[in-house]
């Protein structure tokens, strides 16, 4: 794989054999504007198994994911988390003493709230036939840690016992100690950028600056057009202390290809094609879900909206398939219901950039990339984008790392419910090369 992802804009001519072999079709203007129209199906099997519990989710909610730094920056992760899990007991009155587990994740640590589900509510586990999931990022207020070596001497200062020993350790200490550990969304074991990974493997698949730009304005339109339309239906208000009430993502932005055109590369400079306006933003929000047993669920008077069927993970090498999680997991999640592509009528994948998306698009519709990558004898065939993120994405609704998941199956849920679907398909990439792909299931209205 390495040979394949090495190439970076410089290196790679337009005729080059990359971009002959993962050509895709262009992104019509009227794709961009495509609504989600109603997914007529005919009735398909069930993938409920047998002396196999069905789990439901009963509904979900998240508050508004909005960009960093604006009306969530004074507050912590779990301030979010508490109204998120807030709005989901008002709106579905489960009471809080049913609540068998609570499971909260965030993936940037607050270290004043190191276990997070636990500042958020106080609830007793035993028999779980009740969960409640969520997650939670909060960018406005990211650790930053002192350099190592001025770490060190703070630690040998409180364990000095004495006056000579303290001022011993105080001479040592030199200006570039008061250098920070700037945080970055960088892979420990590559020490590169998301972003930079997501530029090589746009040049890998020869994704062009204008198929992304293109791709992040259509994500941006369907997003604007599902918020006016009132269909994002798991956003509950938030009273933000001492501030207005947020009632709506901020990050949703329609502008022009003219003016995307206009960004410089944020990333590999200046060949890049990654660049602000076709990449997801740094996000603030929470979310949550219900989850049940389905007797338990009808027993308590619930009508739940999806069944959880079949899932799998994924991981690939970190330096060269990174965000290639979706091409890897869908296959595979796909075998494991029993289903193809076809039986699909919701997708909703996981948009970190446009560059990632596209390049997924383009491996999961080659056999060759099949065959000599994933020791698979055909393509599992790509999504058809009548089909795919119809409300917008993470490029254009925010990406809170911990967040997502919940959108994402609350999104699939909910367009199935809307549209008249059965099966909705989840896949995200994630840091360390993992994937994760779920198949959502409808339930009988």
Not at 80 to 88: D, E, F, Q, T, V
Not at 231 to 251: A, E, R, W, Y
Request: net charge positive; hydrophobic share 40%.
């Amino acid at each position: 794989m390495t040979s394949l992802l090495t190439y970076t804009f410089k290196s790679l001519p337009s005729t080059s054999k990359w971009a002959l072999r993962f050509s895709l079709r262009p992104l019509s203007s009227s794709s961009q504007l495509q609504a989600a129209a109603a997914v007529q199906t005919k009735s398909k099997k069930t993938l409920a198994k047998p002396n196999i519990r069905n789990i439901v989710v009963v509904d979900g909610v998240r508050i508004p994911f909005l960009q960093s730094g604006t009306s969530y920056k004074e507050l912590m992760p779990h301030d979010l988390a508490r109204a998120a899990l807030l709005g989901l007991l008002h709106r579905t009155s489960v009471p809080k003493d049913v609540v068998d587990y609570l499971v909260f994740g965030t993936v940037i640590q607050e270290v004043k709230t190191s276990n997070v589900a636990r500042e958020v509510s106080l609830i007793a586990s035993g028999q779980f036939d009740v969960v409640v999931a969520g997650g939670v990022e909060l960018m406005s207020d990211i650790p930053i840690r002192h350099s190592r070596k001025m770490r060190k001497m703070m630690l040998d200062l409180n364990k000095a016992k004495t006056l000579g020993q303290r001022l011993s350790l105080i001479s040592k200490f030199r200006l570039n100690f008061l250098s920070p550990e700037l945080p970055a969304v960088a892979e420990f074991s590559t020490s590169e950028t998301m972003g930079h990974s997501a530029d090589r493997l746009a040049a890998a698949f020869a994704v062009s600056r204008s198929e992304q730009d293109e791709y992040a304005l259509r994500s941006h339109s369907l997003a604007k057009k599902a918020q006016d339309e009132g269909l994002l239906s798991d956003v509950v208000p938030f009273k933000v202390p001492g501030k207005d009430t947020v009632t709506q993502d901020n990050g949703i932005r329609p502008s022009s290809l003219e003016q995307m055109a206009k960004l410089k590369p944020a990333f590999i400079k200046p060949y890049g094609t990654v660049t602000a306006a076709n990449s997801s933003f740094l996000t603030d929000g929470a979310s949550a879900v219900l989850i049940m047993a389905e007797e338990k669920a009808l027993a308590m008077g619930y009508k739940p909206k999806a069944y959880l069927r079949d899932f799998t993970y994924v991981s690939q090498d970190p330096k060269d398939q990174l965000l290639l999680g979706p091409t890897y997991a869908t296959p595979k999640v796909l075998e494991k219901a029993g289903l193809t592509m076809n039986d699909i009528d919701a997708f909703e994948f996981h948009e970190a950039f446009s560059g990632q998306i596209l390049a997924n698009l383009k491996a999961m519709d080659s056999d060759w990339f099949a065959q000599n990558y994933m020791g698979r004898k055909a393509k599992v065939g790509s999504p058809p984008l009548e089909k795919f993120n119809n409300w917008g994405g993470s490029l254009s609704l925010g990406h809170p790392f911990g967040a997502t998941g919940c959108r994402l199956v609350m999104t699939a849920a909910n367009r199935l419910r809307k549209e008249g679907g059965q099966y909705g398909l989840v896949a995200a990439c994630a840091a360390g090369g993992q994937g994760h792909a779920m198949i959502v299931e409808a339930y009988p209205k």
